[in-house]
């Protein structure tokens, strides 16, 4: 028990069990499986974002620019469709990572090649992808009746028990585990944020590496456009508008280190879940909507602060009898 | 060799490294700005017009005068608009129980103060980044306001409060204006001329080694929080009264803008290095392009495009140049 | 010389208002001598149109129709427009009497909210279940005012048990798992009144998601375009909406009739507003066109393609 | 001595093996600076070449030109021979060059590991990092160099030679044929050096060419056969070692003699200044005790990681003490910062320069008025002519180079960004200077300026607690030394007394080992 509260994760799922306990003392069958799958299920979408942006923020950066992403290829797909209906759905599937993915380019480029700050970068990045995407549709809806049942159906369709979009979900989480501590691509992630100049020494790019990170963040972006529009079954411009804070601090609640290299993809699941079952939560406990933004600010404050006594040096103990 | 020169104060003259800087970059894109305004629109120029433009930015400029000293610092301070929600609610309650306009203005400056002192200690006492711990305090302020205000709505503001940002100081000056020139002023004398500027800019290059060198780096940095929540209070003031009413939905979204607005006057968002005239420029450079867009019904959100690439083009831009410049030079 | 008409909508690419742009555009051909500005700021704040506003009064515009996001805050503003000599009114989402001249409600508030609380009841199985309201922002105006006139005509429908309002604030995510809440709190939820489009759609989508197609009905008032699929699908029996195009057609006539000095904006006076009839102010200058119009599986097709 | 330092005198230059690495005519050129000019150097198989110059001769530019992170902007390497392209880190390690850099190349947050191993980590069958293979083979790494040291545990828990011995183990990594170490004893204490110079011995009987680099001449001339010198980004100078003496060398270095008799001023102490009783923190060091009066120097020896930054850290009040007392003047003080100790006019020259030191990227005047500003100021507004009179001054009076007060401190060289850090605190006319390993890392010849100085400081009264793990230097410049081991104070002795010997045996704890 001391050894896994020890650790940043074992905190994290220590915080979150508590809080179920918490909203069951008030709603018990928010406990039931089912419900618990359909939480588990609305996180998803916030869950795939996080990785994404744990890449960047690991590498030292922060990618603003994901909701506009998120925006602008949901639409781009979703006009795809409403113009194509004919196009099979995996290939609108690839359409919106490989969208996301030159969007992300982007920010990697101007981050790698013109040694733009990345939060600037992307908070230019972000208003121009949300106005071209106002730009693309006209300013236009692509509403449920245009979209081909298809295209709405594949994050819903059921394979053993759970959505497609749980699955994908899951399916990323295993990805970035294997990416974040099994490929050298993944290690750079951690030696770039965790020390640039010695990353240089190593012969690891920090350039490249982080336009690689902009990139998967920009491609999983682009994937959770689609998720987004065909869950919600409606695509418009302001969609997922601010998005790119609550992304950014589920990252933060799960311990990735905004000052780079330190953090893991457990930890960026939990702080996805903690925060999507607040979310989630607040409606069913009938907190009034008025408290719920001040909740869950003090809830991003205090996981910080909590981090951030997890991580407080040690000291040196020079004096080895002394405890 | 070992004979004692004199080490000279400068290499270039002052003029020299004036035309070189950003903010030379920045008035050129202002005055080109401006020219092609004046010349699409026949309403430009009018000074009426102009004036009335100003009330577009001066209230986001005098946060980014504050924020400036902030990110220079290293630090930066996003929850800004919620604390202009927070005070306006503030003052807004005020009324409702009778208060007069000196006390709502008091009122409206202490809960900046407060907050800005909250955001501070978290930050310095705590050792918490401040862009998380900001973006948790803007929740937590604006959630106030909603938990306060809910769906409500607070005015009836007594009618001399409205001279905040409705009111003229001087012929075409606005008090909003007159009072961002002022802060403008003051921020950029102690930013360049006193040793407190010195030290925000010691602490933005290396904070261990200022406070190797005798800066109380943790009471400079909580004194910026202090004034960025205290120019976030007088903001909320003169918008409370632009607006004559208040909603917890109160400039939403500004901190981006602010931030924006520093960024693009020059201020290295890494920290270390940044001037007050190249804030005031861009201030004037983003509310100029709103302006001229809006003469030309252009949507707001074409103009956010603009917007967006100027602050890549403005800040890649003297990089291409130097790059350019190198290849030249390489050629030869 | 044209009448320069500007028609301020609460934000950019909202499809209801498109619409009447459409309709403000069939005004100006109709009139012959009208240029209708069709502008709104990015998102929809008040500070935003007051800046919208600004650049209204410097191009000297001779009418605001506003569709505001916030009845108090643009007061000052719209003041000041009228100084200047601009004839402003608000349509669709109204401005405190003393920052315009007139206010065109799409339909009386006593209708609309009437209207809301029948289309529910008509379809509740044996005429009695519960019913949520899904709003949109806790802010907006008229989102709040039609809530108060569906709770005064509650008495009517004895079968309508209203349980509670919650707040999607015109976004998809938030109100679908608003509406997810709703249905796990209120498990013999029958209805949702969602008096905004985004809530509705955002709402049928998660009743369909939850399998309750046929048990909870999702009604409200939406436009045909966006609601179509719903209705379609079953989770929407039926909605309302009064006709986005008549309402900017009527708010530019009227503006223009009042810059034309053709009509007089005080309590009692009538205006007309060409095809769709004249109206008459109120106590608060305030007038209501026509009545919502409701649509279902019979006809919601053919509008769809309207707006 | 070892047979190691033992020059084989009999080999006639031709008799030489055949260079495995020569640089011809390399140049690399930064704003402002041609770091190296038109350099030529061999590096020879079985042999360990010192490369010696001033700081900012270029002997890291040339590492780091070797290792493929800077590209020369002309000139030719062969390897073997045949001419090669380094153009990244990668490249120069497949052709079989790795270096321990000078500054710390390591990752607080990763393990040991993979510290060792990151960017060529052994991969599994489906190119995944095979994590078994590499915590094995570092273990085995660690064993060669008889380092105690957990592969799986984080770098951050390890002390800075612990670190030292991994990024040694990481540059073994690497199957090379050329070492280059850059300044790798800075941070070593005497036994970790005498490691290092096995392990030097074993890459030297394996047939590699390595590069060694150096400010200090006994080290150089115990290990390196071969020598070549740098000066101002030229090479001035090469040849076999037991060809030359010391002498010669610093001629080559500096372009004159330097007289290296450290230039201790004989000062009769005056009045009490600083006392120090039963100073302790809770984990870092215990109970100091020792007294100080104006115009003394006290030297603080011991092992590196004995406290002694620390120790002076905290009494500059940078960290917390818990229990004791300080005394200035007679009259007890506490400070709560750096700021309340200049006020009472006790200042620090931190050990780690280009960290705590000096703001690098804030010019010379900055630099020096930042801790004297608010005397400078009239109504809280600076004065531009003061500031740059005031900078001048110390400018000045330290012989400091540079080519205006405006320049960048990080574009000076380290002895000079050293002679900045110095004038910043004469400003402030303290009583107390703590000058923390104060010449480390620094050339021989502002060494020689910065001993000068010191001694010139305690006669103009102010009292010195000078750092440093340097024997001679304490036996040169310290009146009393004052020892520490593992965060305790062992002993306090007057100069007279104390020999090397004994220095080491308290430094250590036991007998003998030196
Ligand atoms: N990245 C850089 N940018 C600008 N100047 C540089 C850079 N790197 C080195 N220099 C300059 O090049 C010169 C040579 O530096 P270098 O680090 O090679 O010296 P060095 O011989 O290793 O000195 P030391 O003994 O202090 O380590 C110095 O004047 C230094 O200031
Ligand atoms: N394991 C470590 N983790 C973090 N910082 C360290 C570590 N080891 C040393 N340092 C820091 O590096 C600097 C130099 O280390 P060093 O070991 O020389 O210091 P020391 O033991 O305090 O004193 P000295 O070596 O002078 O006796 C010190 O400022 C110390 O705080
Ligand atoms: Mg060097
Ligand atoms: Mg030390």
Redesign the interface.
């Given at each position: 028990m001391k050894n896994l509260l020890a650790r940043r994760e074992g905190l994290l799922v220590v915080a979150l069990l508590v809080l179920l306990v918490l909203i069951a003392s008030r709603f018990p069958d928010f406990l039931a499986p089912k419900n618990l799958a359909g939480v588990f299920n609305d996180t998803s979408i916030l869950i795939i974002l996080a990785l994404g942006q744990s890449a960047v923020i690991l590498t030292r950066s922060i990618d603003l620019s994901v909701a506009a992403n998120l925006a602008f290829t949901g639409m781009a797909v979703a006009m795809l469709n409403a113009a194509y209906p004919g196009l099979p759905v995996p290939l609108l599937v690839l359409a919106a990572l490989g969208i996301g993915l030159a969007l992300g380019a982007i920010n990697g480029l101007l981050v790698w090649k013109f040694d733009i700050p990345p939060i600037v970068a992307t908070l230019g990045t972000m208003t121009v992808y949300r106005g071209m995407t106002f730009v693309m549709s006209g300013g236009k809806w692509v509403n449920a009746h245009q979209m081909s049942p298809g295209f709405l159906e594949l994050p819903r369709s059921l394979i053993a028990g759970l959505p497609v979009l749980s699955w994908v979900a899951i399916l990323t989480v295993g990805l970035a585990w294997v990416l974040f501590t099994r490929t050298p691509l993944g290690r750079a992630f951690y030696a770039v944020g965790g020390n640039p100049t010695a990353a240089v020494y190593t012969g690891i790019d920090g350039g490249r590496t982080r336009f690689f990170a902009f990139c998967l963040s920009g491609a999983i972006a682009g994937m959770a456009g689609y998720l987004w529009v065909s869950r919600y079954a409606v695509a418009y411009v302001d969609i997922a508008a601010g998005f790119e804070l609550d992304v950014v601090a589920a990252c933060v609640i799960g311990g990735i280190s905004i000052g780079g290299g330190i953090g893991s993809v457990a930890g960026a699941v939990l702080g996805a879940l903690f925060l999507g079952t607040i979310k989630n939560a607040l409606p069913v406990v009938q907190i009034s909507p008025f408290w719920q933004m001040a909740i869950s600010g003090t809830i991003i404050i205090c996981a910080v602060a909590l981090n951030a006594r997890a991580e407080k040096a040690k000291g040196r103990l020079i004096l080895r009898n002394a405890s | 060799m070992?004979v004692?020169r004199q080490?000279?104060?400068?290499?270039e003259a002052s003029s020299v490294r004036l035309f070189k800087s950003w903010e030379a970059l920045l008035l050129l894109v202002a005055l080109v700005i401006f020219g092609v305004n004046s010349l699409v629109?026949p309403?430009?120029l009018?000074p009426w017009?102009l004036s009335?433009?100003t009330?577009?930015f001066t209230e986001k400029a005098t946060i980014a005068i504050a924020m400036a000293f902030l990110i220079i610092a290293g630090e930066i301070d996003l929850s800004v608009a919620a604390i202009i929600a927070l005070a306006s609610t503030a003052m807004g309650a005020a009324v409702q129980m009778g208060a007069g306009t000196e006390t709502l203005v008091l009122i409206g400056l202490g809960v900046g103060l407060l907050c800005g002192a909250f955001n501070g200690l978290?930050v310095t006492r705590?050792?918490?980044?401040s862009?998380?711990?900001t973006?948790?305090?803007?929740?937590?302020?604006?959630?106030?306001a909603?938990?306060v205000?809910?769906?409500g709505?607070y005015?009836g503001y007594p009618a001399d409060f409205?001279f905040f940002?409705?009111g003229y100081a001087w012929s075409y000056f606005s008090f909003e204006l007159t009072f961002f020139f002022g802060v403008a002023l003051i921020g950029g004398?102690v930013l360049h001329?006193?040793?407190?500027g010195?030290?925000v800019?010691?602490i933005g290059?290396?904070p261990?080694?200022?406070?190797?060198?005798?800066?109380?780096v943790e009471r400079v940095k909580f004194i910026l929080f202090l004034m960025t929540g205290l120019a976030a209070g007088a903001a909320s003031v003169m918008?409370t009264s632009?607006?004559?009413?208040t909603?917890?939905?109160?400039?939403?979204?500004?901190e981006?803008e602010v931030?924006?607005m520093a960024?693009l006057g020059g201020v290295?968002?890494?920290g270390?290095?940044g001037t007050i005239l190249g804030v005031v420029i861009a201030a004037f450079v983003m509310g100029l392009v709103?302006?001229g867009f809006?003469?030309m019904?252009v949507?707001?959100?074409?103009?956010?495009?603009f917007?967006?690439?100027m602050?890549?083009g403005v800040?890649?831009l003297p990089?291409?140049a130097r790059r350019l410049h190198a290849r030249i030079k390489g050629a030869r | 010389e044209p009448v320069k008409i500007a028609l301020v909508v609460k934000a950019m690419g909202i499809g209801f208002f498109a619409a009447a742009n459409k309709g403000a555009q069939e005004a100006a051909k109709e009139l012959g001598d009208v240029e209708v500005i069709y502008t709104g700021p990015t998102d929809t704040t008040a500070e935003g149109q007051i800046q919208v506003i600004n650049s209204l009064i410097a191009q000297k515009v001779d009418a605001i129709a506003i569709s505001a996001n916030d009845k108090d805050a643009l007061v000052p503003a719209l003041k000041r427009a009228m100084e200047r000599g601009i004839t402003v009114i608000s349509w669709d989402s109204g401005v405190a009497p003393e920052g315009r001249s007139v206010h065109l409600n799409p339909s009386s508030n006593a209708l609309i909210g009437n209207m809301c609380v029948k289309l529910a009841a008509d379809n509740l199985p044996g005429g009695a279940g519960e019913v949520a309201i899904l709003s949109a922002s806790a802010t907006a105006t008229n989102q709040n005012t039609w809530i108060e006139e569906m709770k005064k005509v509650l008495p009517k429908y004895p079968g309508v048990k209203l349980v509670t309002t919650v707040y999607g604030d015109d976004l998809a995510d938030k109100s679908y798992r608003e509406t997810q809440g709703l249905l796990k709190t209120y498990p013999n939820l029958k209805a949702i009144i969602a008096p905004t489009t985004v809530g509705m759609v955002a709402g049928a989508q998660a009743v369909a998601d939850a399998g309750k197609i046929g048990q909870v009905n999702v009604t409200g008032l939406g436009l045909p375009s966006e609601m179509a699929g719903h209705v379609k699908s079953g989770a929407t029996k039926s909605f309302a909406i009064w006709n986005p195009i008549d309402l900017g057609y009527s708010a530019t006539m009227i503006s223009y009739n009042l810059v034309k000095k053709k009509a007089e904006a005080k309590p009692g006076a009538e205006i007309g507003i060409g095809r769709m009839g004249k109206i008459t102010l109120d106590d608060t200058r305030s007038a209501a066109m026509s009545d919502p119009f409701v649509y279902n599986s019979s006809n919601v097709e053919e509008f769809a393609k309207i707006f | 001595m070892s047979a190691v330092a033992l020059t084989d005198t009999s080999l006639p230059m031709t008799d030489l093996p055949t260079p495995l690495l020569e640089l011809a005519d390399i140049s690399r050129s930064f704003p402002g600076v041609k770091a190296l000019d038109g350099v030529s150097l061999s590096l020879r198989p079985g042999r360990v070449t010192a490369l010696i110059g001033e700081n900012g001769a270029g002997k890291s530019t040339l590492v780091k030109i070797l290792t493929g992170i800077y590209q020369p902007d002309g000139g030719e390497i062969r390897l073997a021979g045949t001419p090669v392209h380094l153009p990244t880190a990668e490249a120069a390690q497949a052709a079989g060059i790795t270096a321990i850099h000078q500054e710390t190349v390591l990752f607080d947050e990763l393990s040991v590991a993979e510290n060792i191993f990151i960017g060529h980590a052994p991969r599994t069958r489906w190119g995944f990092i095979d994590w078994r293979s590499m915590n094995s083979r570092a273990s085995g790494i660690l064993r060669t160099i008889e380092a105690d040291i957990d592969p799986t545990i984080r770098l951050r828990d390890l002390s800075i030679a612990q670190r030292h011995l991994v990024a040694i183990a990481r540059a073994l990594s690497v199957d090379a044929r050329i070492v280059i170490l850059d300044e790798p004893t800075a941070a070593l204490s005497h036994k970790e050096v005498e490691d290092l110079f096995r392990i030097i011995d074993t890459l030297k009987n394996q047939g590699k060419a390595v590069l060694f680099i150096s400010h200090k001449f006994e080290e150089v001339f115990r290990i390196a056969d071969d020598y070549a010198v740098f000066r101002d980004g030229k090479a001035v100078g090469a040849g076999r070692l037991a060809a030359t003496t010391q002498g010669d060398i610093v001629r080559l270095m500096v372009g004159r003699s330097v007289d290296q008799a450290f230039p201790k001023i004989q000062v009769t102490p005056g009045d009490l200044v600083l006392a120090v009783k039963g100073y302790s923190h809770p984990t870092e060091f215990d109970d100091i005790n020792f007294e100080l009066k104006a115009g003394e120097i006290l030297g603080i020896y011991g092992l590196v990681g004995a406290g002694r930054s620390e120790f002076c850290q905290s009494l500059f009040g940078i960290t917390d003490r818990s229990r004791g007392t300080v005394y200035l003047d007679g009259r007890p003080k506490w400070f709560k910062s750096p700021a309340d100790a200049i006020e009472a006019g006790i200042v620090y020259v931190p050990e780690e320069r280009q960290r705590h030191g000096a703001i690098l990227p804030m010019p010379i005047f900055g630099n020096i008025t930042l801790p004297s500003l608010k005397r400078l100021s009239r109504w809280g507004f600076l004065s531009g002519a003061e500031e740059f009179s005031l900078a001048r001054r110390y400018a000045e009076r330290l012989d400091l180079r540079a080519s205006s007060l405006s320049q960048a401190v990080g574009t000076l060289s380290g002895g000079n960004q050293q002679k900045v850090v110095i004038g910043k605190w004469l400003a402030t006319s303290p009583k107390v200077i703590i000058l923390d390993e104060p010449t480390k890392g620094i050339d021989i010849g502002s060494k020689a300026a910065v001993h000068g100085f010191m001694s010139e400081l305690a006669k103009d009264g102010l009292a010195v607690i000078m750092v440093s793990s340097e024997i001679p230097e304490i036996l040169g410049m310290a009146d009393r030394v004052l020892v520490m081991r593992e965060g305790r104070q062992v002993g306090l002795w007057r100069r007279a007394d104390v020999t090397p010997e004994s220095l080491v045996r308290a430094a250590t704890g036991n007998l003998g080992d030196y």
């Open positions: - | 070992s004692a080490i000279p104060d400068r290499l629109s309403h430009f009018d017009n009335d433009a009330f577009n978290l705590f050792q918490l980044p862009i998380v711990v973006i948790g305090t803007m929740s937590l302020f604006r959630g106030i909603y938990i205000l809910g769906d709505v005015k409205a940002g409705q004398l001329t006193t040793g407190f010195r030290q800019q010691a290059n290396s261990l080694a200022a406070r190797f060198s005798g800066v109380r918008l632009r607006l004559g009413s909603r917890p939905s109160i400039a939403l979204g500004w981006l931030v924006t960024v290295s968002i890494l270390g290095s709103t302006f809006g003469l019904n949507p707001g959100i074409v103009m956010s495009i917007i967006g690439l602050l890549i800040i890649a990089i291409l | - | -």
